[in-house]
């Protein structure tokens, strides 16, 4: 089957291109293992800047469709192949990128509250998890990964001393990334570490702003991830011819 880019709208750049390069894995039939082609090309089929480029295998890589090695170039997954059939459930697909924004809004104003509010005791729990979720991502333990990361969102959503808030939080966890794509891999983005370490900085200066915004950027980060998955759910596929788009496109 020949690869014809659709149209990549300003709105939403990372998501549409993150779907773009999915439809050149199943075009070009690249089975795991395969690489992608390199970011140059990807940049002259798409009409998007290499930037662009990178943070939609970014996203890709996030939800297990991809890896990469360093110094290797981007190869497919077993989780390419089978990404347009993990989900179907439509109400879902629809709550998920709202119910992101949702936890987001709570899990900021969490964060305030708890950069006043956590006590010495409660910081070294969170360092404490922190250490556990960096050990199980270095040994590429997903489970592990998953009770440690959840284990310190849990601490620091405590320390808002908000049960309100918390339940908020929760009651809006059936609609996160690891339901609606189980096989992500968003724990291994090195971002996703780098935005907990921030976190942990924050509230131990008492930063109140500074931890609100490092919690805004975690959750854009998942957005990106939520809002491809659910297009890719949403779209139905369409047949492609491998021609490169104008470079006049937008970046």
């Given at each position: 089957?020949?690869y014809s880019p659709?149209?990549i709208?300003r709105?939403?750049?990372?998501?549409?291109?993150?779907q773009?390069?999915?439809?050149?894995?199943?075009a070009?039939r690249?089975?795991p293992?395969?690489?992608?082609?390199?970011?140059?090309?990807?940049?002259?089929?798409?009409?998007?800047?290499?930037?662009?480029?990178?943070?939609?295998?970014?996203v890709l890589?996030?939800?297990?469709?991809?890896?990469?090695?360093?110094?290797?170039r981007?190869v497919?997954?077993a989780?390419?192949r089978?990404?347009?059939?993990?989900?179907?459930?439509?109400?879902?697909l629809?709550?998920?990128?709202?119910?992101n924004?949702?936890?987001?809004?709570?899990?900021?104003t969490?964060a305030?509250?708890a950069a006043?509010?956590?006590?010495?005791?409660?910081?070294?729990?969170?360092?404490?998890a922190?250490?556990?979720?960096?050990?199980?991502i270095?040994r590429?333990?997903?489970?592990?990964?998953?009770s440690a990361?959840?284990a310190?969102?849990?601490l620091?959503l405590?320390?808002?001393?908000?049960?309100?808030?918390?339940?908020?939080?929760?009651?809006?966890q059936?609609?996160?990334?690891s339901?609606v794509?189980?096989e992500h891999?968003s724990f291994y983005?090195?971002?996703?570490?780098?935005h907990h370490?921030?976190?942990?900085?924050?509230?131990r200066?008492?930063?109140?702003?500074?931890?609100?915004a490092?919690?805004?950027?975690?959750f854009?980060?998942?957005?990106?991830?939520?809002?491809?998955?659910t297009r890719?759910?949403?779209?139905p596929?369409q047949?492609?011819?491998?021609v490169?788009?104008?470079?006049g496109?937008?970046?």
């Amino acid at each position: 089957m020949a690869y014809s880019p659709a149209p990549i709208r300003r709105d939403s750049v990372i998501s549409q291109a993150a779907q773009e390069i999915c439809r050149v894995i199943e075009a070009e039939r690249l089975s795991p293992g395969e690489a992608l082609p390199p970011e140059t090309r990807l940049s002259a089929l798409l009409g998007i800047s290499r930037n662009s480029v990178r943070e939609a295998l970014r996203v890709l890589h996030g939800l297990g469709y991809v890896e990469k090695a360093a110094g290797r170039r981007v190869v497919v997954t077993a989780g390419a192949r089978g990404g347009k059939s993990m989900f179907d459930e439509s109400v879902l697909l629809e709550a998920a990128p709202i119910a992101n924004a949702v936890r987001s809004h709570i899990a900021q104003t969490c964060a305030e509250l708890a950069a006043e509010r956590l006590t010495a005791a409660e910081l070294t729990e969170l360092e404490q998890a922190l250490a556990a979720l960096e050990a199980a991502i270095a040994r590429q333990d997903l489970a592990a990964a998953k009770s440690a990361h959840d284990a310190f969102h849990g601490l620091f959503l405590a320390g808002a001393r908000n049960p309100l808030l918390v339940a908020m939080f929760n009651q809006a966890q059936v609609a996160r990334l690891s339901n609606v794509s189980p096989e992500h891999k968003s724990f291994y983005d090195p971002r996703h570490l780098a935005h907990h370490r921030a976190l942990l900085r924050a509230l131990r200066k008492r930063d109140a702003r500074a931890a609100r915004a490092v919690v805004r950027k975690h959750f854009q980060s998942l957005g990106l991830m939520l809002e491809f998955v659910t297009r890719t759910r949403r779209k139905p596929a369409q047949v492609l011819s491998l021609v490169p788009r104008s470079r006049g496109a937008m970046r």
